[in-house]
């Protein structure tokens, strides 16, 4: 009995096991925050961070269909996970894809869902209506394991993260093609270590907000 709470003791003193996080804030050029920006952390080849991670079971994710916009605009997804597109909106809507990593197409009327769609493979799906030219959603398929996505307030944290040199990756839908993506080196010395990071992003302007109004009646 004495051994045993010598244990529950002991136990007690060490507490939590300290965990290293990176924290980056995301803004624009007119210095206003940027949220559905993918931040993802690459650690190098061969460094302890590089260290296999545990599986985990695929998730399944709804795309809403709501006043003619794929809500949300950018889903995160690991691959094995599904995603599921309803349309709760009154009209129709042609949900399409031509992406590498995956082709589809559902036409959904009003109160449908689409069946569960399987994305496998890493990368990235842009997704349209071929009804309402407006509407665009992306999906971000990674096996990366310290991956997120920032907030409304541009922010994004990412926690228990082993020693190493890591690249951090910033992506977002608008940021302008054929320009390199932001990244940065970073190096974690490990126990309650945290790095602090700030990007600015130059995007394009917000495609959603450009309304086609020949179809929005269709």
């Avoid at 994710?61 to 889903?75: M, S, T, W």
């Avoid at 042609?94 to 399987?118: D, Q």
């Avoid at 020693?163 to 940065?184: A, I, K």
């Amino acid at each position: 009995m004495r051994g045993l709470l010598a244990v529950i003791l002991l136990l007690g003193c060490i507490g939590p096991a300290a965990s290293a996080e990176v924290i980056v804030h995301l803004s624009d050029s007119a210095g206003h925050a940027v949220h559905d920006a993918i931040v993802t952390l690459t650690p190098d080849a061969g460094s302890a961070a590089d260290a296999a991670t545990a599986p985990r079971a695929p998730a399944t994710h709804v795309i809403d269909q709501r006043n003619e916009a794929f809500v949300p605009y950018v889903q995160l997804l690991r691959p094995g996970d599904r995603v599921v597109f309803r349309n709760s909106d009154n009209t129709r809507h042609h949900v399409y894809s031509f992406a590498a990593i995956k082709t589809f197409e559902f036409v959904l009327r009003p109160g449908e869902s689409s069946p569960e769609l399987r994305m496998d493979a890493a990368g990235i799906a842009a997704v349209g209506c071929n009804i309402h030219d407006h509407m665009i959603t992306y999906l971000f398929v990674t096996a990366a394991p310290a991956t997120a996505m920032s907030d409304e307030g541009g922010h994004v944290a990412l926690g228990q993260l082993a020693p190493g040199r890591y690249t951090v990756h910033v992506w977002h839908p608008q940021l302008h093609p054929g320009h390199p993506e932001p990244t940065r080196q970073i190096d974690i010395a490990g126990g309650s270590d945290t790095v602090h990071l700030a990007f600015t992003l130059s995007l394009m302007p917000d495609p959603r907000l450009s309304m086609d109004r020949e179809h929005l009646d269709y």
